[in-house]
Structures are given as structure tokens and as C-alpha cells.
């Protein structure tokens, strides 16, 4: 017999810790099964594969609660470092992650059927999506982080492209291209960071950084930027942003939904994980640098979402997608304070934000669905005569987006956002948020007043489905209850999240 070419065999075994991955192996197992059910599974009893999907994600959001106070870790080696760590920062991307995916599902029931989409490979497409965006925020090694940030955004391109109106495949392959040019950017940044620095290891990527020998500081510079333009494409930070109106108007509108939230989170918690553990001996250069990109990001954001005309088609979902690009610029601001600080401290501010982020902006397009039509602007008009609910529903949502009471959850985490970069001595980054909060306060306030303008249509009362309603109930219940005690989320922020 052949001996093993290792000194001690035994020591390449370890336990796997099932309790710390059972978020993101649930989602995993619940897509499987949607996928082999759908084999037997007779054209009348597709729907129940909605359901399938709801209650997979269900109890992935079920097995966060034994991590809850806890950071465990797996898949580790005997060197030191691991490869999977369960700390308060991947549970509450998980939760937004996972809660984001569900809320999408029923977002989703009504929309499989009325666009006749094939509902097999929609939930198993969605779930496998939302199993790589809980994996990633819990991956402490470049490799898994790409690995997961993939995982994430592959089965989207597939959901894009499953509406067949003519809109969905240029959608999709306007996406995919960005997509995959980003990726193979970052894959280079990747390599160079793992040349100068000798391991892929988050921690041991900032020790070798740290440490590296002179000749090879450009080589590791380079690598880092790089990386950074793969997640920022992700995050649709400017000027990687191009894709997403076009994007989200070709999708399947509760895909868009799921894009602008779950989608962002994902690229969102890579940044911050690279920046902030990995390639923290570079903290002032790549803080600078997304003070920058904040800056124009949310500008460039609000600005479009301005310009939109009440009278385009698809108008609203183009302000929903064009609101996400600037949201996505708050959300950059305690990263580049982090930068600043020397510390993951600020993170708690974005991670805040992120979570309140979700819940509205996935309302507010579950309030678009609702009322259907061409997604004019001017569809609104007098919505409040129509659907009294509906239009409460959706006002609540912009007001939450545009921080104004009784929105209150909405100005608890922009005043978090905008202490975080004055607290790191950004005090010009605060004064581009506060004149791009009043910016969108315009285009937000303009769609609310349309909500209980005067129309010419009769007022007709209007069914939904049940689904959708209980989607929309959710998320106004979530920011109601988030407004009257916002310290459920931000206590995160004086937390310690690694």
C-alpha cells in the first residue's frame, strides 16, 4: 500500500459545525428540492412549489436563531484562520438576505402565474441566488468570497432573462456582460493580492499586505484596487451603475425588487469584508476612495431618479432603480469611514441602514406590483381613491425612503449614516449627503402627493391577490414597528460586528 504524503493524515479531518452553515445548507437543500419535486409535479399543482420555496426559506431564517449571541466558526485550518465564521455581521446580512428572499417569494406567487413564467426553475433559480448571498457574508477567504458572490448573481441572470416579452433577454445580457467583465477584474485582483501576500485567507491577505516586501507593493495595490471594482459593480456604485435601470425595468418586477435589495446586500457585505479585515493596512487609500465613489453615487443617483417624467412607461420602476443607485451611496459612507477610522466600528451604521433599507424598498415594489399597469408615474394618480391601503402602503414606504415622519426608522439611519462620517472627520462627505437627501426628498414627496391627487378615474374598488397583500402587510407591520422602536436595528451599531 501506497503511504499518504502527509505527516499526520488524521489532522486533515475535522468535524463540520452543522449549526453554524445551516442557514445558507437550507436554502441550498430547499432549492434541490423544488427542482426534483417540479419533475412530478402535475402543470395544476406548480403554485405549490411557491410554497415549497416560502417555507425552505422559512426555516433558514428559523436556524439564525440558535447563532444568535454567538460567533462560531468552521471549515478552519490547522495553521490558524477559517474559512466560515457565524459572527453578528454575517447574521444580519443572513437575516436581510434570507427575510429579503421571502419577501420575494410572495411578491412572486401571482407574478409565476399572470406572466407565466416556468415556476420550476424561477424558485429553484431565486433560492439558489438567495444561498449564495447568506454564504457570502459569512466567508473569510477570497476564494469562497467570490465563489458565493457568484453563486449569488448567476441564477439572477436566469431570472432576468425568464420574462419573455422581448425586454427580459436585452435585460438579462446588458447584465451578464457588465457582470462577467466585472468578475473577470476582480478574479485578476484577486490573483495579484494572493501573489504579494501568499495565502487567500482574509486576515492572513492583511498580515501579507502589511508585511510585504517592497518590490511587490505596486503588485498588491493593484491587485486591491481591482478587487474593489468587482464588489463595487455589485453594489452599483458609480460608475458601475449603468446596468441597473434597464435591468430592473426588463426583470420580472419582484426580481427587480430582489436585485435592488438582496442583490446589493451581497456585493455590499464582499466590500466590507475585504476592505475592512483584508486589505486594512491600506485603510486611508480605499477609504478615500469610496468617500469618492459615496459622493458620486448618490448624486448621480438622485439627480436620474429627478428627471423622471410622469408620462414615461415604467416610469416608477426606473425612479425605484435610479432611488437604489443613490441608496446604494449612503450605504458606501461608513465604509469609507471605516477606511478612517482604522476600525469596523462605523460598519454597524451600514449594516443598520441595509436592514431598513430592505424592508422599504422591497415594500415599495410590492406596492408597484399591487398596482400593476404600464408603471407610469402618472398611474398613481389618485391611487388613494382606488386602494386606500395600497396608497397608504406606498406613501409610508417613500416617506421611510425619504427619511420624513411618520417614516421615522428612514431618519434613524440616514442621522446613523451621516454621524459615522462625522465622526470620521468626513465632514465634506456629510454636507453631499445632506444635499442629496433634500434632493430626493423632491422626487419622493412629488410621487406621495400624486398617491392623493384629484383623478379623473372613477374610484373602483380593487381585488389582489393574497399573496401580494400579505407581502405589502409585512413590510409596512416591519416599518411601523422598526419606526415606533428603531433600536431593534440600531443597536447593531455600538455592537461589536467581528
Known sequence: MTPLAVADPGGLIQSVDWVAVAPPLIAALAALAVLVTDLFLPAARKRLLGRLSAAGLLAALAALIPLVGDTRSTFCFRSGGCSYTADHFALAFQLLALGGALLTVLLSLHTVEDEKLPGGEYWFLLLCSACGAALLPAARDLATLVIALEVATLPAFALVALRRDGRGAESALKF???????????????????????????????????????????????????????????????????????????????????????????????????????????????????????????????????????????????????????????????????????????????????????????????AVALVGGSGRLDGFRGLAGRDRWAALALAFFLLCLAGLPPGVVGLFGKVVVFRAAVDAGLGWLAVVMAVNVVIALAYYLKWTALLFAPSAEAAEPRRSPAPLRAALGLAACGAAVLSVAPQLVLQVVSGSLF
Open 176 to 366: 451578464f456582460l457588465s457582470s462577467v467583465t466585472a468578475t473577470a477584474v476582480m478574479l485578476l485582483g484577486v490573483s495579484f493580492v494572493y501573489a504579494a501576500a501568499g495565502t487567500l485567507q482574509l486576515q492572513g491577505v492583511a498580515d501579507g499586505l502589511a508585511h510585504a516586501p517592497g518590490q511587490l507593493k505596486p503588485l498588491a495595490e493593484a491587485g486591491a484596487v481591482l478587487t474593489l471594482v468587482g464588489f463595487a459593480f455589485k453594489t452599483a456604485a458609480v460608475p458601475f451603475h449603468f446596468w441597473v435601470p434597464d435591468t430592473y425595468v426588463g426583470a420580472p418586477l419582484p426580481v427587480a425588487g430582489y436585485l435592488s435589495v438582496v442583490g446589493k446586500a451581497a456585493g455590499l457585505s464582499g466590500l466590507a469584508l475585504v476592505t475592512t479585515l483584508a486589505f486594512r493596512p491600506y485603510g486611508h487609500t480605499w477609504g478615500l476612495v469610496l468617500a469618492v465613489l459615496a459622493a458620486l453615487t448618490m448624486t448621480a443617483g438622485n439627480a436620474a431618479a429627478l428627471r423622471q417624467r410622469p408620462d414615461t412607461p415604467h416610469g416608477a420602476v426606473r425612479l425605484l432603480a435610479w432611488s437604489s443607485v443613490g441608496q446604494a451611496g449612503y450605504l458606501l459612507v461608513p465604509l469609507a469611514a471605516a477606511g478612517y477610522a482604522d476600525s469596523a466600528e462605523p460598519l454597524g451604521a451600514t449594516v443598520a441602514y441595509a436592514l431598513i433599507y430592505g424592508l422599504v424598498n422591497l415594500g415599495a415594489f410590492g
